[in-house]
């Protein structure tokens, strides 16, 4: 049996605080732009047939019931007591959070509590721009607030993301290398009076003089990567668009962590093979690849050093997620690790060892979590 400590959930959201309804509910299953098929739900989905089979028993249900009786049985339970047994049930025993995200979900020390674990913040560095945006009067005032808030930042978070919409990896991809003074300056104008209040950051210019603002604190970047937002096009999901930017940041004390490769996990084991700085994970899509999972986890581990591969769940809006991520992960790491064990290519001590690494040990080395504990 493999051993593992309380994980490291390196990646994920608050939860939402509302009740939810068959539709709301089914509709944070996937990353859709439209409806389900004609005579199915978002259930009829890998990461929901994972939801029925891994949820249920965690609030008093068999696994695999209708999903009609189990948010049945979630409005009985209410949204706060749901959310605990489920966050609870999952063995998380860090959360790493990103807090950029809209809407009313719970921040890091609320999602401690729910979970009786600890939390932390990544922030979000588009948000980031957009809060000092809708304070800063004039470009010369944005940029030296953007600065300080930075610095600001980097002194209580445990890392920085970027990747709303995932359109940066194409802008490094074309220029890795720090945008200059005048062209901050003018992209920084351009987004200024273009812009409403609360009006996200599209421009790849100041997309990537976010990015080389987060490299110069030294703390870790999370850059997400594989199939992401509903629309995105599918040649901006490869890691692999980031190889200038990894080179150019090497030597320079900030770790890259790239999050969710998948199908292109790969390119970023390969990434995390190459550059000591860099690292990877799978994010969701344990979940969302149901029985193959052990396999994806596989290749993953063919390339990536066992000390440069990272758990996080993706989990977003609804606890179901947080608890999928981690359940699945185990459940998947393990059939991968006693599969070795069972040909003698590895020792049980080995599967231990390495299972523990990548479950919360290297997230713990990565964010310097022990030091902040």
């Not at 459940?331 to 479950?359: K, N, P």
Request: proline content about 8%; some cysteine; overall charge neutral.
């Amino acid at each position: 049996m493999i051993e593992t400590p309380p994980l490291v959930d390196q990646h994920c959201q608050g939860v939402l605080r509302t009740e939810l309804g068959l539709g709301t509910f089914e509709a944070q299953l996937i990353r859709s732009a439209g409806p389900p098929a004609a005579g199915t739900t978002f259930f009829d989905t890998q990461t929901g047939f994972a939801v029925r089979r891994w949820c249920p028993p965690l609030l008093g249900l068999e696994p695999h019931c209708p999903p009609a009786r189990y948010l049945a049985r979630r409005r009985e339970l209410g949204v706060a007591e749901a959310g605990r047994l489920l966050l609870r049930g999952a063995g998380v025993g860090a959360y790493l959070v990103d807090t950029g995200v809209p809407g009313d979900l719970t921040p890091p020390k609320e999602l401690a509590r729910a979970a009786d674990a600890e939390a932390f913040e990544i922030v979000r560095l588009e948000s980031l721009a957009e809060q000092v945006a809708d304070t800063s009067g004039t470009v010369a005032a944005f940029l030296a607030n953007l600065a300080e808030a930075v610095h600001h930042a980097a002194a209580g978070a445990v890392a920085f993301t970027c990747g709303a919409d995932a359109r940066y990896p194409a802008a490094l991809a074309q220029y890795p290398e720090p945008p200059g003074p005048g062209e901050v300056r003018g992209a920084a104008g351009r987004w200024l009076a273009g812009r409403t209040k609360g009006g996200a950051v599209r421009d790849p210019v100041l997309l990537r003089h976010l990015l080389w603002s987060a490299v110069a604190t030294r703390l870790p970047i999370q850059l997400h990567t594989g199939a992401g937002e509903p629309g995105q096009r599918p040649e901006h999901a490869d890691p692999g668009l980031l190889t200038g930017f990894v080179r150019a940041t090497e030597g320079l004390g900030a770790p890259l962590v790239l999050l969710g490769g998948y199908p292109h996990h790969r390119a970023a084991a390969r990434l995390a093979e190459a550059f000591a700085h860099v690292h990877a994970d799978l994010g969701p899509f344990l979940a969302r690849t149901g029985p193959g999972a052990a396999s994806v986890l596989a290749e993953l581990l063919e390339l990536t050093p066992f000390g440069k591969l990272l758990f996080s769940s993706g989990g977003r809006q609804v606890p179901e997620l947080h608890a999928v991520g981690a359940l699945a992960f185990r459940e998947a790491l393990g059939r991968v690790l006693r599969g070795w064990v069972g040909d003698g290519a590895w020792s049980w001590r080995d599967a231990d060892r390495v299972a523990a690494m990548i479950a919360a040990g290297n997230a713990r080395r990565v964010y310097r979590l022990d030091e902040r504990a």
